[in-house]
């Protein structure tokens, strides 16, 4: 009897993963390609452009500037005739990579490179963060190397670099998580301390959408943790995870409150206060853009930026492009490169077919399906119930900024799977097998074929032009070279053709390239702030020469005419009417009225420029009021409608008579016949303060031509005085008869009683730390 054959035996991945053994080296990997990434704008041969130049940049200079003189930013005089500065969250004054932004002024100028690196020196802390998150969900350090790339050169951390709050809030994100991991694993409670300090940072980097995400993400992570703890009936950990949320949102709240409690009196005093839910779902992404998880740029991008070629943002729901306009590309592109995408459905699969595993992949998976629906916001209905239902979700509009979650959990998920790859090889003929390699090809096949086709043209009804079509076929052509250049390499690994450290290199390259391509240079600009905002120089000059003798403020723009840019006057120091800003005071400017060529809103606004109908030079004005006049008749009137219609009308003298919401209770006004005497003198004033003289023969009303923000005080003859809202928006104080001095300043309670319970919130952390290290290091000793 012939002896059986043997089975044929298979082969099997032995050889270990050491390249990518060493922390330094995987470091240093991430380090080399950050500095490849952004050689040009480190260097300043590339400019970021979008809202860098201005918006951040100018209100960084005017932060920067401020803090370098002793002068603390509350007040920005410089735009809307003033606004809240430090009450704006954007700017992030109290953000540390702001704050020190103050040592690098020089003669009261601030280098736009400067301001840029701060930025850029984000992206290799983020990788740096991400690497560490990778390790604490118990990866190795390969697969914690490709989540640190996936994450901090994501769609969303790339398109929104001109952006800088977005970026510097998402950054810490993952470092966040790491601390929270840890005390979930242990217990050791200074991590949850640390976790919330560092929450503090991502408030105080000035973007309120994503920390609160991000508190949403952590409070349901916790309740994940409760549930499995009570459904394998082990109680006694449940408190700890509910002094650890407590303690979390506690610390972060309270170091943040000199930040938060501000900016709750300026959000309330906003134009967010009418804000209805066609402005909540603005920036909601259409399940159209899906396809930008495998083709980032298929609908062009938007961009202002003269140095690249990529098509203009068309999109797909309308002749014209997106139904809200291209800067929809900054809100609905999903991309995290094509590698995650392969492996999310093989980690699915294998975390269902496994029982002892520590990543909860299944929750990381509804929790990322429910992101996505979502950021569909008004195209889908869980947002609208997230409107109506759930507190705070109403405040903030782009529902698509919730994609950064997204991104962080696919990237977790799936580089889950790859270390699971080199960990356990039974998972490559399990899971990981030829059919489903060749399923992938297909799908990418089969797409670039009704690409190549045409037949998906019938998805887009602007993709009717030659140009249009040939973008959306290079992109197709770019998603199926990087798909089958990953199809083929992870094939040629499951044959065993290729070995574990060639596989890991070959993936690393591939994944850097397909980085690369999609986003080198997509934020590189040409435009230098620098030459930006000494246009018109001589004219700048000018106009800050003359207000040394006097306040008053220019109108430099007229329909799409503009002499300066838009927040010209944080970096020339000139008051303009004009400004740019994503939270605006409702009531910022006084009524003019409706006769044809009135001025009556210049004079109100103390307007001594305004442009000319050239658009190229300046008008000046013989007839514009002061900052500061005393006024002898007034017309009370409690409601908003009845002051518009009473400002717009023509029995209003805007020179004789102040219109207020109330009168003082002790008035005494001098008869309409009374000849009366006054003069106004400025003594002093600076960004938060204004010190006047004034005198005047008769009780009456001293009238400024500023903003009226409820966070000023006044104080005559140094004693406090109640500031009046007068002509809908500006301010008046109530004075009798002699000689005053009248000081106006900024005094906001919110960021006194911030500074107390921040204060508190610092040396409570501190204390917890040390106790808490210190019960650690005694029960250590024990054992």
Not at 42 to 52: K, M, R
Not at 232 to 258: L, M, Q, R
Not at 280 to 287: E, I, M, R
Not at 480 to 508: D, E, G, Q, R
Request: charged share 15%; hydrophobic share 45%; aromatic share 18%.
């Amino acid at each position: 009897m012939p002896a059986a054959k043997p089975k044929k035996t298979e082969k099997v991945i032995t050889d270990k993963l050491t390249y990518f053994s060493n922390d330094l080296i995987n470091i240093g990997i991430l380090f080399i390609f950050w500095l490849l990434f952004f050689r040009e704008l480190f260097t300043g041969s590339a400019w970021l452009w979008d809202d860098f130049p201005y918006v951040y940049y100018p209100g960084k200079v005017l932060a920067a500037v401020s803090l370098s003189n002793g002068i603390f930013p509350f007040w920005d005089p410089y735009q809307f005739g003033g606004m809240p500065f430090f009450a704006d969250p954007q700017i992030a004054v109290l953000y540390p990579f702001n704050y020190i932004l103050k040592y690098f002024v020089s003669a009261d100028t601030l280098s736009p490179l400067v301001v840029q690196n701060s930025l850029l020196i984000h992206y290799f802390i983020c990788s740096i963060f991400t690497y560490l998150l990778g390790k604490q969900l118990g990866f190795n350090k390969f697969a914690s190397l490709l989540l640190a790339m996936i994450y901090a050169y994501s769609s969303f951390m790339i398109i929104h670099m001109v952006h800088f709050n977005i970026v510097e809030t998402a950054v810490w994100l993952p470092i966040i998580f790491y601390f929270i991991i840890k005390f979930i694993n242990t217990f050791r409670y200074y991590d949850i301390i640390i976790a919330g300090i560092l929450a503090s940072l991502s408030i105080f980097a000035g973007y309120p959408q994503v920390y609160f995400y991000n508190y949403v993400f952590f409070s349901l992570f916790f309740a994940y943790n409760i549930y499995i703890a009570v459904r394998e009936k082990n109680y006694t950990i449940i408190k700890h995870y509910i002094a650890g949320i407590i303690i979390f949102a506690g610390i972060s709240a309270a170091i943040s409150s000199v930040q938060i409690l501000p900016t709750n009196v300026f959000s309330d005093n906003s134009e967010r206060t009418d804000a209805t839910y066609e402005f909540a779902k603005q920036g909601s992404v259409n399940p159209l853009d899906l396809f930008t998880l495998i083709t980032p740029k298929i609908y062009g991008i938007y961009t202002w930026n003269q140095k690249l070629s990529d098509l203009k943002y068309w999109s797909v729901f309308s002749a014209g492009g997106h139904q809200e306009g291209p800067w929809m590309f900054t809100v609905s592109t999903i991309y995290i490169t094509l590698l995650p995408l392969f492996f999310i459905f093989p980690a699915i699969k294998y975390s269902l077919l496994v029982k002892n595993k520590k990543l909860p992949v299944i929750y990381f998976s509804l929790f990322s399906l429910i992101i996505l629906l979502f950021s569909f916001g008004g195209n889908f209905f869980l947002h609208k119930l997230f409107y109506d239902y759930v507190p705070l979700f109403g405040r903030f509009r782009n529902a698509g900024h919730s994609i950064y979650l997204l991104e962080m959990l696919l990237g977790i998920i799936s580089c889950y799977f790859i270390y699971k790859i080199f960990e356990d090889d039974s998972i490559i003929k399990k899971i990981l097998t030829q059919k489903y390699i060749f399923i992938c090809a297909g799908f990418v096949i089969l797409l670039f074929i009704l690409s190549s086709s045409g037949t998906l043209n019938s998805f887009w009804k602007a993709a009717n032009t030659p140009q249009i079509t040939s973008w959306i076929q290079s992109q197709f052509n770019m998603f199926a070279l990087f798909a089958i250049a990953y199809l083929v390499l992870i094939f040629l690994y499951l044959k065993s053709i290729i070995k574990k450290n060639n596989f890991a290199i070959m993936m690393l390259v591939l994944l850097a390239a397909d980085i690369y391509s999609f986003g080198y240079g997509i934020n590189n600009g040409s435009v230098n702030p620098n030459e930006l905002y000494s246009q018109n120089s001589a004219m700048i000059n000018k106009i800050k020469d003359e207000s040394k003798a006097e306040a008053f403020r220019t109108q430099m723009r007229n329909g799409p005419n503009m002499l300066f840019q838009r927040y010209q006057g944080a970096v020339s120091g000139i008051e303009l009417l004009e400004g740019i800003n994503v939270l605006i005071l409702k009531k910022k400017f006084p009524f003019n009225k409706i006769e044809e060529n009135s001025t009556q809103f210049n004079d109100l606004m103390n307007i001594k420029y305004s442009i000319a109908k050239d658009g190229k030079s300046l008008n000046k004005s013989d007839i514009y009021l002061p900052r500061g006049k005393m006024f002898y008749s007034i017309n009370v009137l409690a409601s908003d409608d009845d002051i518009k219609n009473y400002m717009q009308s023509k029995e209003y003298d805007y020179r004789k008579t102040l219109v207020l919401e109330k009168s003082p209770a002790n008035m005494n006004l001098p008869k309409n016949d009374t000849a009366v005497n006054s003069s106004v003198k400025i003594t002093e004033r600076n960004i938060n303060m204004t010190k006047y003289e004034v005198e005047t023969s008769e009780n009456g009303f001293f009238w400024m031509s500023e903003v009226y923000y409820p966070d000023f005080t006044a104080t005559v003859d140094g004693n406090a005085v109640e500031i009046f809202r007068a002509n809908y928006s500006q301010r008046a104080v109530y004075l009798e008869k002699g000689k005053h001095e009248v000081i106006v300043r900024y005094n906001s309670k919110e960021f006194n009683n911030g500074v107390k319970i921040s204060s508190a919130g610092i040396i409570l952390a501190l204390a917890g730390i040390g106790f808490s290290f210190y019960r650690h290091k005694k029960s250590i000793n024990n054992v």
